[in-house]
């Protein structure tokens, strides 16, 4: 969005994406949405940042005019209460995220990491 001109070297660093690869390659906004609640719609989606995937979706629908339909959610509470079980996950995550077997802070990695992180948490 023409108004979206914020940019953090500290978030590039981590996420590997210059503002020159967004600008060139990234995908309209508009575009994006629409293809989130394509895929998404009347889904609960969990996430293990859910502070910050709120802030990002609230932006991004907001900013585009278009109603968000689907629900972001807490991976806790797919874990439960069990303090076993969220140490069992974070270690589980942390471990995976060691194993220079994925690219952590690229979307796709981060969902394989989380999903056997809570196969094994839900596991035990």
Request: some cysteine; aromatic content about 10%.
């Amino acid at each position: 969005m023409p108004h979206w001109s914020y940019w953090s070297d500290g978030a590039e660093s981590i996420h590997n994406i210059s503002r020159s690869k967004l600008e060139s390659e990234g995908i309209d906004p508009t575009t994006v949405a629409y293809s989130l609640n394509r895929i998404l719609s009347g889904q609960m989606v969990y996430c293990d940042a859910l502070h910050w995937d709120n802030f990002w979706c609230n932006a991004l629908f907001s900013d585009t005019g278009i109603h968000q339909e689907f629900e972001l959610r807490d991976i806790q509470e797919l874990i439960g209460g069990s303090d076993n079980h969220l140490r069992t996950f974070i270690n589980e995550r942390e471990k995976l995220e060691d194993s220079d077997k994925f690219t952590v802070h690229r979307a796709l990695d981060d969902a394989k990491i989380i999903r056997k992180a809570l196969k094994v948490a839900l596991a035990g």
